[in-house]
């Protein structure tokens, strides 16, 4: 019985994100997202002292935070069991085979108290590419095949907290646009952020020209600006605490000492008994 395909081949992974290193790399977006972490760190009234960061560009995310314990995002993390007060894991998660136990991991190698950001590629990401791509697919070949890599929606990312035990969850996403003068620019890109297809189930014979060319067509045609082609990119952010005593904890139900009525100060008109119900 041969192995499951996996969701991602990381070993091209690796040699993609190797070769954008290689080009000169264009992480603009990776930039947007250290800036987006820098300043909500800013707002927690916390000093960090032992931090790490889970990234698959080690050698970018390092220059950034030189005062980190910087770590791949392999399968398995190479962090230690309640070693750091601070957690970031940096653009890599919408990579990982298994994202629940990415943020597991992350949560156990925190400090009681402790905070896990997250920040990923996410939602509406590329979906223009991907309407277009499976369009032209479906005209041409006859079906369609694993292309853009799949992205959660917000919801849905923000129920993987929850799921990986972490107190005080929030997801919250910054959208980008960014727009290119042809789908070759767009591609070039992808490649110089290291983000080419590396699902382990794309088709790895070349594919025709003509479908390209009908993308870019379909491309013009229903998502152009200006004649440039528009891509958005949603930076996702997952906000969450490694339990602690210390923190906040919700009320139970009818345990609230005052009216409402009475904090808004508002008048409070009670319906007639015999209201329909």
């Not at 250290?34 to 220059?63: C, H, Q």
């Not at 993390?77 to 991991?105: E, R, T, Y």
């Not at 189930?201 to 004649?227: G, I, N, V, W």
Request: aromatic share 8%; with cysteine.
């Amino acid at each position: 019985m041969s192995d499951p395909v996996p969701l991602i081949h990381r070993d091209h992974l690796s040699r993609y994100r190797t070769r954008a290193l290689r080009m000169g790399g264009d992480f603009f977006l990776h930039e947007e997202a250290r800036a987006e972490i820098e300043d909500r760190l800013s707002m927690v009234n916390k000093a960090f002292t032992s931090p790490a960061i889970v990234t698959g560009f080690p050698e970018l995310w390092s220059k950034w935070f030189p005062e980190a314990r910087v770590v791949a995002d392999d399968d398995v993390l190479d962090l230690k069991q309640g070693a750091h007060d601070l957690v970031i894991h940096a653009m890599s998660l919408h990579w990982a085979n298994d994202p629940v136990g990415q943020l597991i991991q992350c949560n156990r190698a925190l400090k009681p108290d402790g905070l896990m950001i997250a920040a990923f590629f996410g939602d509406q990401t590329l979906h223009e590419l991907r309407a277009c791509l499976g369009q032209a697919e479906a005209a041409l070949l006859g079906g369609l095949s694993p292309r853009v890599l799949p992205m959660g929606e917000l919801r849905d990312l923000g129920a993987l907290l929850q799921r990986a035990s972490f107190a005080l969850p929030v997801a919250d996403k910054s959208p980008h646009t960014v727009t290119y003068p042809s789908l070759k620019r767009l591609v070039t890109d992808l490649r110089a952020m290291g983000e080419s297809n590396a699902l382990g189930a794309r088709h790895m014979t070349p594919s025709p020209k003509a479908l390209f060319d009908l993308t870019e067509h379909l491309y013009q045609a229903h998502f152009a600006q200006d004649d440039r082609l528009v891509a958005t990119f949603d930076l996702v952010f997952l906000t969450g605490w490694a339990p602690d005593e210390s923190q906040p904890k919700p009320l139970m139900p009818g345990s609230a000492k005052h009216r409402l009525a009475d904090a808004l100060q508002a008048q409070e008109f009670k319906l007639p008994t015999d209201a329909a119900p």
